[in-house]
């Protein structure tokens, strides 16, 4: 089973930044696609930013210029590095993993870290 491990949340004020750290572990394709997705009160999870294998990277355009997705295939780690940030960044952040596993291909996810910005 893959298991996705992650850190780095926590409270900061408007304005600062934090680093969201998440690993994965377990056998899966070294082809495969890492992200984060958010989830506020009251609104639907989306996804903030994606990361391919192959480096090619997206973005939700509301974070756009503030946050930075990259990954170390060798550790199978992805960060995010989160800065100016904004009260309306507060939610729940997941990590998820796309890849392919003996199943088939499968999307995994991480148990979510909180990031709250105080105003």
């Known amino acids: 089973q893959v298991q996705l491990v992650e850190s780095g949340g926590g409270l900061v004020q408007a304005g600062g930044s934090l680093r969201l750290s998440c690993t994965a572990s377990?056998?899966?394709?070294?082809?495969?696609?890492m992200g984060w997705y958010r989830q506020a009160p009251g609104k639907q999870r989306e996804l903030v930013a994606s990361?391919?294998?192959?480096?090619?990277?997206a973005y939700v355009d509301s974070v756009k210029g503030r946050f930075t997705i990259s990954r170390d295939n060798t550790k199978n780690t992805v960060y995010l590095q989160m800065n100016s940030l904004k009260p309306e960044d507060t939610a729940v952040y997941y990590c998820?993993?796309?890849?392919?596993?003996?199943?088939?291909?499968?999307?995994?996810w991480g148990q979510g870290t909180q990031v709250t910005v105080s105003s």
């Open positions: 998820s993993l796309n890849g392919a596993v003996v199943a088939g291909w499968r999307n995994f």
């Open positions: 377990g056998t899966f394709s070294s082809i495969n696609v």
């Open positions: 990361s391919t294998s192959g480096g090619t990277t």
